[in-house]
């Protein structure tokens, strides 16, 4: 049924324009008078630099998992359909959470939404996500969370034990987090349109503290720490799902920062920037802290913590642990002069036990993210498209 | 084509013939050994690719392997020692 | 890990760096192929060129088997798909393949049941589990993985699954490389030969590489010093005035290979008169397909797929990147029209292709990557 060898077979439209499109960027700017001579393999690279630089413009027609994964696809969508919509500057500086000032007090504001499935995992369920996400959110700006609000979407048929449990692990959080759930709705959509049960929070706090954490104040010398060993969130749900039939006693690590936070803040004034690493993973966060502030970040792989069996999974399934979600693992970017203290506080709090410096930041190539390779080799961690994918070859 | 990671067997499962539970790095999944020619015992190591065992590890060889390089490290330290050691006289 | 940190150690790294520049002939440029894709994702994910002097270039072959389905493959897996009562299972590595109108993720987008699997196993679970519904497998890879798609075909048949079919796909790495020693426009010193492969067919077929082309191949393992020892040992060869084939994965690989592995790909399976590789054209005997007596389980013969042919963009140069004559950032869409987030080719989207695993993992200059990794 095939078509034979001689026919010449049509081309793929979306293929062909968008090489049309590029035609511009196709263009390798000459060797100017007063330039530095580039090879032709640097000219390219500079010429993807500025493509890169380029506002991103949305190509798909249609929503897919991709965009939801929080590696380039999700910002894409973000930057290029949200941003222009809402405008603002304090949208525009996309940090975990807002920072807004009303009479002379500064609150963080945030949002979240939890469709996690399975919805009960080994260390926790979706409620322990949706109060601990929204929390860590809050405290990574220096706040001190304070309200919460619950919005329920339930789908049809959803057990109400189910819910019971969800709700009683969301009370527990949140005492354990210090935050009031204090407002909430709830709406019940078909069966078959909703995954049983998905959680928005959305979270209020107070800036007491004499900070400025975010990544725009981030500088070269400036030192990077992480609170614990990466990815085991992430592992535990792809095992969870019991797609890939593999057996481990690997546990999510959702946990509420606040705590260790407030350690880490009381014991040194030289953090400059906080983030908690969720979806998309430790690679992720450095890569948008990278390009906010225009600098490059440094890592070794060797100093980076991953239990054995995530490394193990992760090895199994050709798949990166930096990119692999956490949900109780904060980035702390210190000026390296205080990163000895930094490290100590944390690691002094039960939630920072395996806190460990994995890098540094420095001048150039700014907007890029290294790593120094266990082989002692170097490579760039670049921003994901989707999840990352299992693979085979 | 290629992702093949090392694992150990931790048991052959009785009345599968084909399957044996395999670790790797405290992670378990059953792997199909119906391509192994040797018999199989737990403690052993296998190269798994896509759920199925290609071939059985060979220990004594990756030791070998790994002897080898550290000779050639010697021996390159060796060499660079008399070098130097020739170019004072 | 065992078997694996032991082979990726800096300090045994740094004395094979040594004696490869010791090896080289002063003034000569050598070029290396490493024929699979999964030895180009392991020299960028570590790092390796970094150990090499620069009179040595590793050039990327053809051995990545998502990388060489052409688009319209694609399309007629799609097709499948989006028949009534159909879940397809696929490798992550194909959900982002474009084919002539969108990629597997992209058919999920629309409506159709596309599942990931890690084995063709748990395809065959799925289709236990789901009696009514006709699940197809997307079979690829090269001979490596054909055998567990062949037992997976002998296993439904032995439990009775009739609701199972595969979409065979999987291409065979000797015409690949033929493909390579045939160009004109090519100078190569030596290759990388596939490792896992290598667990199935053995080394002998690589014989007349070295017998009547007249150039070394070291089949090579999958760790970082793997491919350091096998550029060790090509040199070594060259050195030394020999041209042979050698085993530097032997805690792996048998030079016999696996016979009851071929055993079962000839049961199910039977090479194709020709077959269509993206970039490479049509090569003959080079694919599989399902054999007459397993038609029960093909999916070619269940469904009516069109076949409808889809010309790769004038300006996708992916076939002489395949080919090891252009290096990804020589292609002119190279970062611009072609990019991860949207690749018009599939160097671009399979994480083990050339361009991908540049754009990922080497895109800097390595003089400018190692300083600032300097500390």
Known sequence: ?393 | MCLGIPGQIIEILPGHGDLAVVDVSGVKRNVNIGIIEETLKPGDWVLIHVGFAMARMDEEEARSSLAFLRGLGQAYVDEMDALRDSQLE | MRFVDEFRDPELARTLAGQIVALGEPGRHYKFMEVCGGHTHTIYKHGIEDYLPPSITLVHGPGCPVCVIPMGRVDDAIHIAEQPDVILTSFGDMMRVPGGHGSFLDAAAKGADIRMVYSPLDALKIAKQNPSKRVVFMAIGFETTAPSTALTVLKADADGVANFSIFCNHVTIIPAIKAILDSPDLRLDGFIGPGHVSTVIGCEPYRFIARDFGKPLVVSGFEPLDILQSVYMILKQLAEGRCEVENQYTRAVPWAGNARALQAITRVMELRPYFEWRGLGFISHSALKVTDAFAAYDAERIFEIPGVRVADPKACQCGEVLKGVLKPWECKVFGTACTPETPIGTCMVSSEGACAAYYNFGRFTRERVREAART
Request: hydrophobic share 45%; glycine share 12%.
């Open chain 1, 1 to 393: 049924m095939s078509q034979g060898r001689d026919t010449v077979p049509p081309a793929a439209a979306w293929a062909e324009q968008a090489v049309r499109e590029s035609a511009d960027d196709a263009e390798l700017p000459p060797n100017g008078v007063g330039t530095p001579h580039l090879t032709k393999e640097q000219q390219v690279l500079a010429r993807i630099e500025r493509a890169r630089r380029r506002k991103p413009k949305l190509r798909e027609e249609r929503i897919t998992m991709a965009h939801g994964a929080g590696g380039k696809a999700t910002h894409t969508l973000i930057e290029a359909l949200f941003l222009p919509a809402f405008g603002n500057p304090v949208l525009e500086r996309l940090e975990d959470q807002a920072v807004v000032g009303i009479g002379g007090v500064r609150l963080a504001f945030t949002t979240d939404s939890f469709v996690v499935s399975p919805l009960f995992f080994p260390g926790g369920n979706i409620g322990d996500l949706a109060v601990n996400g929204t929390v860590n959110d809050l405290v990574v700006s220096g706040a001190r969370p304070l309200y919460l609000s619950a919005g329920f979407i339930l789908e049809e048929g959803f057990p109400v034990a189910d819910l019971e449990r969800i709700v009683k692990a969301m009370a527990a959080a949140a005492r354990a987090a210090g935050v009031t759930i204090v407002t909430g709705d709830t709406k019940v959509v078909q069966r078959g349109k909703g995954d049983g049960c998905y959680i928005n929070t959305a979270g209020v706090g107070v800036i007491e503290r004499d900070v400025s954490l975010g990544a725009a104040g981030v500088k070269p010398g400036d030192t990077v720490l992480v609170s614990g060993p990466i990815g085991d969130h992430g592992v535990t749900i792809l095992l969870a799902r019991g797609e890939l039939d593999i057996v481990s006693d690997i546990t999510s690590d959702t946990a509420a920062l606040g705590g260790l936070v407030d350690s880490l803040l009381d014991a040194t004034g030289a953090v400059r920037c906080l983030r908690d690493a969720t979806r998309g993973g430790v690679a992720t966060i450095l890569n948008e802290v990278a390009k906010a502030a225009d600098v490059a970040v440094v890592i070794d792989e060797r100093a980076i913590p991953v239990r054995p069996e995530v490394r193990g999974a992760c090895e199994i399934l050709g798949i990166d642990p930096l990119y692999v979600a956490c949900e109780g693992r904060l980035v702390a970017i210190v000026d390296g002069a205080g990163a000895q203290t930094a490290l100590a506080a944390m690691r002094a709090h039960p939630t920072g036990a395996g806190a460990a410096i994995i890098g540094t930041v420095k001048d150039d190539p700014p907007g890029l993210v290294l790593l120094k390779t266990q082989f002692g080799g170097t490579r760039i961690v670049d921003l994901l498209v989707g999840d990352p994918l299992p693979r085979i070859c």
